[in-house]
């Protein structure tokens, strides 16, 4: 006698956006003729570089927003088989930021699970798998990446990593959005995140807005919280004296 026992498997078919809108003006000269996007690291562009890493996390379907040189971004996308699902949230007619930019895309984005939003000019070494299972058994509205790094503008983090605030160190200016501000530490924000669907439900804005008013204003009342990334690599390409940098670290994991 056979037995055949039958299992079920839910498949996931995990989302991102990937933020490659962006006019790319701290990257002059190399952009311009040419979009953030497509801007050489290691013989590949960025934007490559942002696809690849999130395919390895199991990401199957990616939206990448354009508006710089959208022709030539769209037209990369054309030609190169990633093995993905690759929508284009076309935002040529008016730049709609972070915020803006991931509403206008939920119609690609918005579903059962959750998603990755990650900004094309971010190198980094964290781990999206601990990453996604971290915001997997929290389950807050949003989990944001944050390291422990200088810059000017801080969101603040209460010691059980929720979102309580922002400061500008260099002009004093503060949000609090919760109690827990007083008892907060800042950490910087990494460029990537993993957003639950029901964010689209609360968002009020319209336009072009970026996503951290919008944090600051749910977090009064919602679950934020932020992932402390102790990873080994953290780069913004925002100037081309970075591209060496990243170029040196990607050669090095590499080999």
């Known amino acids: 006698m056979y037995f055949v026992v039958i299992f079920t498997v839910k498949l996931i078919r995990m989302k991102a956006i ?7 003006t701290r990257l002059k000269p190399l952009t311009n003729n040419c979009p953030k996007a497509l801007v050489n690291l ?3 562009p960025l934007l490559w570089h942002s696809i690849m ?5 199991g990401v199957t379907d990616i939206t990448v927003n354009v508006h710089h040189f959208a022709d030539a971004v769209i037209s990369y996308l054309k030609t190169e088989d990633f093995g993905v ?4 949230s076309d935002e040529r007619d008016f730049l709609l930021d972070t915020g803006g930019g991931i509403m206008k895309a939920r119609s690609f984005l918005d579903g059962n699970e959750p998603f990755i939003a990650c900004n094309v000019d971010i190198i980094s070494s964290v781990d999206l798998n601990k990453v996604i299972e971290f915001h997997n058994e929290k389950k807050p509205l ?11 503008r801080y969101l603040m983090f209460d010691e059980a990593m929720q979102l309580s605030g922002w400061k500008n160190i260099t002009s004093g200016e503060e949000i609090v959005s919760n109690a827990g501000f007083q008892h907060s530490k800042p950490f910087a924000f990494s ?22 008013p919008l944090y600051l204003r749910l977090a009064q009342q919602n679950v ?13 390409l925002g100037k081309s004296g970075q591209i060496e940098i990243a170029e040196k670290y990607l050669a090095t994991k590499h080999s």
């Not at 890493?53 to 996390?57: A, D, H, N, P, S």
């Open 42 to 44: 290691n013989g590949k």
């Open 85 to 88: 699902t690759v929508h284009i």
């Open 191 to 212: 460029g990537i995140q993993v957003v639950s669907p029901a964010l689209f439900d609360l968002i009020t804005e319209e336009g072009k807005f970026s996503i951290t």
């Open 224 to 236: 934020i919280l932020g992932f402390n990334d102790n990873s080994d690599f953290w780069l913004d």
């Open 53 to 57: 890493k999130l395919k390895l996390v």
């Open 18 to 24: 990937i933020f490659a809108a962006g006019l790319g």
């Open 142 to 152: 949003a989990t944001l990446v944050v390291r422990a790094r200088e810059t000017s």
